[in-house]
């Protein structure tokens, strides 16, 4: 009698790799909408054309443009104006810290930025100026000079501020990028910052009540509070994550949720802090999973040589 | 009362009380199974070390888990899988097991069904088999819904409505299921303990059950010979192993069996470290959320043939048929109208019957998952209709095929 069990295998292997194929790859391709990452070349923003100028930029930026009047740069010295909560109660979002503004941000958005927020954020849908819908941030109108140096001017300054590139960590870009209107719990990050411990309970309220008073403010600002993102590395996936921070309109049109500009490196960091928060033990994982597969593998070698021992006399 | 006397060993201390040179010979030795079998008739042992992985993973789980809407997704999430050394290793292995144990169980029941190893005496074999079938469904869905996910709020929404029986809206049953008038709190602490204790003892019942069907019609085999194993035993006791056509439980099928094992736990661990994501379904990382329907509800893909059998049809001829596709595979012995306990390829037009169930289940798996609209509504409808015309045409079929 002629052995069967090869053919028998190869079928149950094609049946089952034919349903997973079924139910996981092909079903989701059908659900899901695919977007093809843009590599954050902001493609439809147009290229600076002007060389900056460092100093030049400085006095805009501390002086004329009066970005100082709603930001802080602590690089540079100048707290912000504000505190979160009250901030958040003007603008709806607390201003972001112009520190790393110039390292986290690509410069072509920045430029683009400064001069039309809506148009760079792409949140025109809400911010319509001819409704009299402003954005909260107030677009650059020009010092009196040319008004694409004087963006080129402010923009080299960000950059030359801005910590270096290698010096880039997750939650700097974490926090610069996302974590004003996000909150990551399993980090213990708040929109207002770091949750600290407290050695009073009546401290810990007070600071719960003030995440509690700019959730309000942000809530109100963006229609509904932006979710935490603890998990999202495992329920949305990187390649989601990535393509919707790089343009959230191609997945969800007419959300609040701005286009925030990072450049690619920064969106790894992005990345990176969120596989820390949702798939922490991602390195055990592959360090174990090495070890154990080696270990069934011999495992395999003496469960054959003990079935050969054993039915040696059976044939 | 029995007469004992001073022992000589511990060996022989423990046969005086519990016979254990005699459990060994019933249970190991001398319980024989036929030699002309191929690898299928290892699922048997590849379940029971599955579900002993899931009992070993699930108590490590039980130590931290919270069965508390406010906490029950934190308890996995954060403290399982960051806080707990090993927490993740343990959950995705209980996660991986969990939708593994199914396609073992489908490979076993078809298995069943290709040899014809539910008939002739091995009724209840077949019959507390689909009984173990039902308390795996029924402990995977209570199991999935303890992280308390978007897709376990949902998925629990969605099943628990099918008790309100379409037109006859037994609404009460429903709230009465859930304690509540929507998935809450009652509902995870009943299913938490429908997972971690009712169930699982039924499983190990039935699976106790299961064993003991199989001792007296004996152990199928893959050319529906029919053997007389007095004779054969006491060929192979007397030395002629080689002539004999039955080995030994153990070790000689065991040794076999461990073999299969251990390709199959290279497969399994596979999956667990570098594959889980099937198993593990992205929705559910999204703390349940009663205000947020997800865009697509789906079951995990072993219950995506049944439910597609139910949604192709409006609610109250689907629910019928739900009903129909829930019992149909306990009753396959009794439609079953021949006498031949043969290879399906030996048995005329069950062959066919065979393949088509085969693929036609593969398809309603494939359509349960996708939405349910266009050219997918109609494959769904099509391949419904189509297992339940299978099975209406089974007696017939077997009735009019010859005798063997």
């Known amino acids: ?315 | 009362m029995a007469h004992f006397t001073k022992a000589t060993s511990i060996k022989d201390w423990l046969n005086q009380r519990l016979a254990i040179e005699k459990v060994e010979k019933v249970m190991m030795s001398e319980y024989w199974i036929p030699k002309n079998i191929n690898f299928l008739w290892a699922m048997g042992m590849v379940l029971v070390i599955t579900f002993a992985l899931l009992l070993v993973s699930g108590i490590f789980l039980l130590m931290y888990y919270q069965p508390n809407v406010n906490t029950a997704f934190d308890s996995v999430n954060y403290t399982i899988m960051r806080e707990v050394d090993f927490g993740w290793l343990w959950r995705h292995v209980h996660g991986v097991a969990a939708s593994v144990v199914f396609l073992i169980i489908y490979i076993h029941m078809f298995t069943g069904i290709y040899y014809g190893s539910y008939k002739k005496g091995r009724e209840m074999i077949w019959i507390s088999g689909m009984l173990l079938f039902v308390a795996f469904s029924a402990e995977a869905f209570s199991g999935y819904m303890l992280p308390w996910g978007q897709m376990s709020y949902w998925a629990g929404m969605v099943i628990t409505n099918l008790f309100a029986g379409g037109s006859l809206h037994a609404d009460g049953l429903v709230e009465w299921i859930r304690g509540d008038y929507v998935p809450a709190q009652a509902f995870l602490t009943r299913f938490f303990m429908l997972h971690v204790l009712l169930i699982p003892v039924a499983i190990m019942g039935l699976i106790g059950l299961h064993f003991g069907a199989l001792r007296i019609p004996h152990v199928n085999n893959q050319d529906g010979e029919d053997i007389d194993f007095d004779v054969e035993a006491d060929k192979y006791l007397k030395g002629d192993k080689a002539g004999s056509k039955v080995i030994r439980f153990a070790n000689d099928f065991m040794a076999k069996d461990m073999m299969v094992v251990a390709f199959y736990l290279v497969f399994f661990f596979y999956l667990v470290f570098y594959h889980y994501g099937f198993a593990m379904d992205a929705v559910n990382f999204d703390p349940a959320d009663g205000l947020k329907t997800p865009a697509h509800i789906y079951p995990e893909w072993y219950f995506l043939w049944s439910y597609e059998i139910l949604r192709p049809f409006s609610t109250d001829i689907g629910l019928m048929a739900f009903a129909f596709a829930q019992v149909i595979f306990i009753m396959l012995p009794f439609l079953d109208r021949s006498p031949n306990t043969v290879p399906a390829s030996r048995r005329g037009l069950f062959k066919y019957w065979f393949w088509a169930m085969l693929v036609d289940m593969i398809v309603l798996t494939a359509m349960g998952k996708l939405p349910p609209e266009g050219i997918f509504s109609t494959i769904g409808l099509v391949a419904a209709l189509t297992f339940i015309g299978l099975w209406i045409l089974l007696p017939i079929i077997t009735m009019m095929e010859k005798k063997a």
């Open chain 1, 1 to 315: 009698m002629k052995n069967k069990e090869p053919l028998i295998l190869v079928v149950v292997i094609i049946f089952t790799l034919v349903t997973y194929y079924l139910v996981e790859p092909f079903a989701h391709s059908q659900m899901h909408k695919h977007v093809e990452s843009e590599h954050f070349a902001y493609a439809d923003l147009p290229a600076p054309t002007k060389t900056g100028d460092v100093a030049r930029g400085q006095e805009l930026v501390l002086g004329a443009a009066a970005c100082t009047g709603c930001h802080g740069i602590e690089a540079a010295g100048m707290p912000a104006p504000m505190d979160a909560v009250t901030a958040a109660a003007s603008y709806g979002v607390n201003p972001p810290d112009l520190s790393n503004a110039g390292l986290v941000y690509d410069a072509k958005f920045l430029t683009d930025l400064i001069k039309n927020p809506a148009h760079a954020l792409m949140v025109e849908h809400k911010f319509d100026i001819n409704k009299g819908q402003m954005h909260p941030m107030v677009p650059f109108y020009g010092a009196g000079g040319d008004m694409d140096q004087e963006v080129a001017d402010m923009v080299a300054y960000l950059v030359s501020i801005a910590p270096k590139a290698e010096d880039l960590t997750p939650a700097m870009a974490f926090e610069t990028a996302c974590g004003r209107c996000h909150a990551v719990h399993y980090e213990k990050w708040t929109q207002i910052g770091s949750k600290p411990m407290f050695k009073k309970k009546q401290d810990e309220l007070a600071f719960d009540t003030q995440v509690l008073d700019y959730q309000d403010s942000l809530k109100a600002y963006m229609g509904k509070l932006p979710p935490d993102l603890s998990m999202y590395i495992r329920s949305r996936g990187e390649h989601f994550i990535s393509t919707f921070v790089e343009n959230p309109q191609n997945y969800l049109a007419g959300t609040a949720m701005p286009r925030v500009g990072v450049t690619a490196e920064s969106a790894e960091k992005v990345i990176e802090y969120l596989e820390d928060s949702g798939d922490t033990k991602r390195h055990e994982r592959e360090s174990i999973g090495v070890n154990v597969m080696l270990y069934m593998l011999i495992f395999v070698i003496f469960a054959i040589l003990w079935k050969k021992q054993v039915w040696r006399d059976l044939h």
